[in-house]
């Protein structure tokens, strides 16, 4: 029966869910029936059925002008420069690096449509295969992780379940969006699978999410669960992972076989393209750096201040791209359009001093984003799979909120560990500035920054190119097209 359901038809829910009526369609199996499918325990089958869901999460998360650069050009991280015309775009990303973002921006549209699209298809599959008990455990929790997003991202969203499809829904609290992602992780990871599978949500995945979810509980309710977090963290901490020897095999193009991930977005240049940050990143010369099938975009820069907040033999560094540059013969690379106030000139040369934000930001200024390897003679669709969940994030979750609960030696083990395997010396004492600061520098373009920053209190702080900024700037608005088109929709306070 199996080698007949190797194509599933596919119908996807409606993107944008909240704003619409949301049509099911039944999904066709070819030779299978529904009585077949809804008898079955065969883990090929569910493996079928689920892979729609995972597909929508992989979607567009690693590309540009979507969820992950509104969380990293919003932070002290990263910016894109504005080089005469070049990243002007409407002025979306300056508006995102100085916190002046409008409702109408597109990328909040792309990151609030990615979300709801993957819970729209996650709930086709639960109507559609209701009497499958463990896939419906693990769409559940995949679902929490969009949630987890949307929570932490916008706050007060509808919640929509395949229990209430019905056109036009309303936000939910932020308080009770909380409880349904604690609740349907609870419910459903005792039939997870232990086994550590990187691609799929199992038993220590879904731990990993109440880590987050606890970690930030006092943000997102008003009520700390730091004794939660440590639990948490601690479930999955004792699971079948262990800190990579070398932290950049965490992030290389074929890097399925780290000890440390847990959970990752399965990206590949011919059957899941989407990672695109070679592009978002390297300046157009790289291109020849690399022998890249097409010329980079020239965009993505760390802040200076961030960058030299690193130590020199702290091996996290080479996360960065800097200094000259070459081409892979060796030769020196020339920007032959550089500005002529570019103290470097034509040789290309990646300075951590950024000139400006807009509108004359120098060509070549700015280190680039290095941390994920970029395979040379690579396409536009990079093959690394993306780390949504790894080890070292858990490491650091439970040292927080065990320092937070006052076990400081709990801790300073902790830490430590992050620390020695990145190959700088251990702290003899730990503080709430040491820990936000070991988060920069552990998990520096992944995409947790701007949340690291809200529960530390750093958000509203000024840093380059950027004021103080406004508290409601904590959320991010509710798209415009979905609270113009959805009556029910209320916008987040401050817009």
Same mark, same amino acid.
């Given at each position: 029966?199996?080698?007949?359901?190797?194509?599933?038809?596919?119908?996807?829910?409606?993107?944008?869910?909240?704003?619409?009526?949301?049509?099911?369609?039944?999904?066709?199996?070819?030779?299978?029936? $529904?009585?077949?499918?809804?008898?079955?325990?065969?883990?090929?089958?569910?493996?079928?059925?689920? %892979?729609?869901?995972?597909?929508?999460?992989?979607?567009?998360?690693?590309?540009?002008?979507?969820?992950?650069?509104?969380?990293?050009?919003?932070?002290?991280?990263?910016?894109?420069?504005?080089?005469?015309?070049?990243?002007?775009?409407?002025?979306?990303?300056?508006?995102?690096?100085?916190?002046?973002?409008?409702?109408?921006?597109?990328?909040?549209?792309?990151?609030?449509?990615?979300?709801?699209?993957?819970?729209?298809?996650?709930?086709?599959?639960?109507?559609?295969?209701?009497?499958?008990?463990?896939?419906?455990?693990?769409?559940?929790?995949?679902?929490?992780?969009?949630?987890?997003?949307?929570?932490?991202?916008?706050?007060?969203?509808?919640? =929509?379940?395949?229990?209430?499809?019905?056109?036009?829904?309303?936000?939910?609290?932020?308080?009770?969006?909380?409880?349904?992602?604690?609740?349907?992780?609870?419910?459903? =990871?005792?039939?997870?699978?232990?086994?550590? #599978?990187?691609?799929?949500?199992?038993?220590?995945?879904?731990?990993?999410?109440?880590?987050?979810?606890?970690?930030?509980?006092?943000?997102?309710?008003?009520?700390?669960?730091?004794?939660?977090?440590?639990?948490?963290?601690?479930?999955?901490?004792?699971?079948?992972?262990?800190?990579?020897?070398?932290?950049?095999?965490?992030?290389?193009?074929?890097?399925?076989?780290?000890?440390?991930?847990?959970?990752?977005?399965?990206?590949?240049?011919?059957?899941?393209?989407?990672?695109?940050?070679?592009?978002?990143?390297?300046?157009?010369?790289?291109?020849?750096?690399?022998?890249?099938?097409?010329?980079?975009?020239?965009?993505?820069?760390?802040?200076?201040?961030?960058?030299?907040?690193?130590?020199?033999?702290? =091996?996290?560094?080479?996360?960065?791209?800097?200094?000259?540059?070459?081409?892979?013969?060796?030769?020196?690379?020339?920007?032959?359009?550089?500005?002529?106030?570019?103290?470097?000139?034509?040789?290309?040369?990646?300075?951590?001093?950024?000139?400006?934000?807009?509108?004359?930001?120098?060509? $070549?200024?700015?280190?680039?984003?290095?941390?994920?390897?970029?395979?040379?003679?690579?396409?536009?669709?990079?093959?690394?799979?993306?780390?949504?969940?790894?080890?070292?994030?858990?490491?650091?979750?439970?040292?927080?909120?065990?320092?937070?609960?006052?076990?400081? %030696?709990?801790?300073?083990?902790?830490?430590?560990?992050?620390?020695?395997?990145?190959?700088?010396?251990?702290?003899?004492?730990?503080?709430?500035?040491?820990?936000? #600061?070991?988060?920069?520098?552990?998990?520096?373009?992944?995409?947790?920054?701007?949340?690291?920053?809200?529960?530390?209190?750093?958000?509203?702080?000024?840093?380059?190119?950027?004021?103080?900024?406004?508290?409601?700037? %904590?959320?991010?608005?509710?798209?415009?097209?979905?609270?113009?088109?959805?009556?029910?929709?209320?916008?987040?306070?401050?817009?």
């Amino acid at each position: 029966m199996l080698k007949n359901i190797s194509r599933i038809l596919m119908v996807v829910a409606t993107p944008i869910l909240v704003s619409s009526c949301w049509e099911l369609d039944q999904e066709v199996l070819d030779g299978v029936t $529904q009585e077949q499918v809804d008898n079955s325990k065969n883990p090929v089958l569910i493996d079928v059925l689920k %892979a729609s869901a995972y597909s929508r999460i992989v979607g567009s998360w690693g590309g540009h002008n979507s969820i992950w650069s509104i969380y990293e050009v919003s932070s002290d991280e990263m910016a894109i420069p504005q080089k005469g015309a070049d990243w002007q775009d409407g002025g979306l990303w300056l508006r995102m690096h100085r916190h002046q973002w409008l409702p109408s921006d597109e990328a909040f549209r792309n990151s609030y449509n990615y979300c709801f699209t993957a819970i729209g298809e996650i709930n086709n599959l639960l109507v559609q295969y209701p009497d499958l008990e463990v896939l419906n455990a693990e769409l559940s929790v995949l679902r929490s992780l969009v949630y987890l997003w949307l929570i932490d991202s916008f706050g007060n969203v509808p919640i =929509v379940t395949q229990d209430a499809l019905g056109a036009n829904p309303k936000n939910n609290s932020r308080q009770e969006v909380f409880d349904f992602i604690e609740q349907s992780v609870l419910d459903n =990871v005792a039939l997870l699978s232990t086994e550590s #599978n990187k691609t799929t949500i199992n038993f220590y995945t879904a731990h990993a999410i109440l880590a987050k979810l606890y970690l930030n509980a006092e943000v997102y309710t008003g009520t700390a669960r730091w004794a939660d977090a440590e639990a948490a963290a601690d479930v999955v901490i004792s699971g079948p992972y262990s800190l990579s020897s070398n932290f950049f095999s965490n992030f290389a193009t074929r890097n399925s076989g780290s000890t440390e991930n847990i959970l990752t977005l399965p990206y590949d240049e011919n059957n899941a393209g989407g990672f695109n940050l070679v592009q978002m990143t390297l300046h157009y010369e790289n291109q020849f750096t690399y022998d890249l099938q097409e010329q980079p975009w020239n965009g993505y820069a760390s802040l200076e201040e961030f960058y030299n907040s690193f130590g020199d033999a702290d =091996v996290r560094k080479q996360s960065f791209i800097v200094g000259d540059q070459f081409s892979s013969t060796g030769a020196r690379l020339l920007d032959v359009q550089a500005e002529a106030n570019d103290p470097n000139g034509p040789p290309l040369t990646f300075t951590p001093r950024i000139n400006e934000l807009a509108p004359g930001a120098l060509r $070549q200024e700015g280190v680039r984003v290095g941390k994920y390897e970029f395979a040379n003679g690579a396409s536009s669709n990079l093959s690394n799979d993306y780390v949504l969940i790894r080890l070292g994030d858990m490491i650091l979750t439970k040292a927080e909120a065990a320092f937070r609960q006052g076990k400081t %030696a709990v801790a300073l083990t902790a830490i430590n560990q992050i620390r020695t395997r990145a190959s700088v010396a251990p702290l003899t004492a730990v503080t709430l500035d040491a820990l936000y #600061n070991e988060r920069g520098y552990e998990m520096f373009a992944e995409a947790s920054r701007r949340t690291d920053q809200i529960r530390f209190g750093k958000w509203n702080q000024p840093w380059w190119e950027k004021g103080q900024s406004e508290p409601f700037r %904590a959320l991010f608005p509710i798209p415009l097209n979905i609270v113009n088109d959805n009556p029910n929709i209320t916008q987040n306070p401050g817009y």
